[in-house]
């Protein structure tokens, strides 16, 4: 009884222990995907309102040219 105990007993311990520990930094790179990359794919996904999300992206895009544009040319002036 008490070699059946002990035997369960270490079992608990092997199991309980979690195995190999991974680096803090290996656990945090799991997704690889950039935002933009993650708003993409549900611009381009069939569920409702994804439509928006693809909108969005082209408004903050149209709007991000038209800075630079505005700042190539104020940096083009003497």
Known sequence: MTRSLAAILALAALACSGGEQRPAQARINRDTLTQRQKDSLLA?????GAGAVGAA???ADSTSARIRAANAADSALP
């Not at 381009?44 to 409702?48: D, H, M, V």
């Open 44 to 48: 381009a996904s069939s569920i409702p």
């Open 57 to 59: 992206m082209q408004a």
